[in-house]
T-cell receptor, first 115, second 116 residues
Framework: GAGVSQSPRYKVAKRGQDVALRCDPI?????LFWYQQALGQGPEFLTY????????KSGLPSDRFFAERPEGSVSTLKIQRTQQEDSAVYLC?????????????FGPGTRLTVT | AQSVTQLGSHVSVSEGALVLLRCNYSSSVPPYLFWYVQYPNQGLQLLLK??????LVKGINGFEAEFKKSETSFHLTKPSAHMSDAAEYFC??????????????FGKGTKLSVKP
């Protein structure tokens, strides 16, 4: 079946604008993760959902970042009042089960550039 | 806290040569370990993982890795490099052992170049 999809693939925002990034996980996957990947770095954990419940948001860098998954499928990562340091690739991943040993399937990412 | 260190941000090998990408981890509990590959403008794809059992793990595209607890290492190898192996490789450890959350903690990545 289809993999994890993300939209838009590229987003340019002026500093101070709000943005919304969408993730469509693999159908039936329970777990959903958001990661932030800065240029030349490995992905860093932002937040985790198990179905519709946000179980961990410890990686969100500030209260300008907000994520939701209201029906336990599609998820949206929202960034308010964007700043230049928010420029990065935002990766979404989903997993069939909520166990650490299960593979995470990654989407292609959304490259956010804040000017 | 768990962490991952990948030695060498860039590795260059000739086509047909051995590929060795190094990964060391820090974990207070038995880790789950993963290697992912990322091609330009694409998401990460799982190459292989170690959870329990056999310490030598075989993955896709001819890659394998060996979990060495005494050395806290999980190095990735491939006997003979192919041009199509040129990509960035990330080693990762699972954030929670056996629990309900599996967020990954990644190293900074190693970019592999393959020369003809």
């Amino acid at each position: 079946g289809a993999g994890v999809s993300q939209s838009p693939r590229y987003k340019v925002a002026k500093r101070g604008q709000d943005v919304a990034l969408r993730c469509d996980p693999i159908s039936g996957h329970v777990s959903l993760f958001w990661y932030q990947q800065a240029l030349g770095q490995g992905p860093e954990f932002l937040t985790y959902f198990q179905n519709e419940a946000q179980l961990d948001k410890s990686g969100l860098p500030s209260d300008r970042f907000f994520a939701e998954r209201p029906e336990g499928s599609v998820s949206t990562l929202k960034i308010q009042r964007t700043q230049q340091e928010d420029s990065a690739v935002y990766l979404c991943a989903s997993s069939q089960r909520q166990l650490s040993s299960y593979e995470q399937y990654f989407g292609p990412g959304t490259r956010l550039t804040v000017t | 806290a768990q962490s991952v260190t990948q030695l060498g941000s860039h590795v260059s090998v000739s086509e047909g040569a051995l590929v060795l990408l190094r990964c060391n981890y820090s974990s207070s509990v038995p880790p789950y370990l993963f290697w992912y590959v990322q091609y330009p403008n694409q998401g990460l794809q799982l190459l292989l993982k170690y959870t329990t059992g056999a310490t030598l793990v075989k993955g896709i595209n001819g890659f394998e890795a060996e979990f060495k607890k005494s050395e806290t290492s999980f190095h990735l190898t491939k006997p003979s490099a192919h041009m199509s192996d040129a990509a960035e490789y990330f080693c990762a450890v699972s954030g929670v052992y056996g629990g309900s959350q599996g967020n990954l903690i990644f190293g900074k990545g190693t970019k592999l170049s393959v020369k003809p």
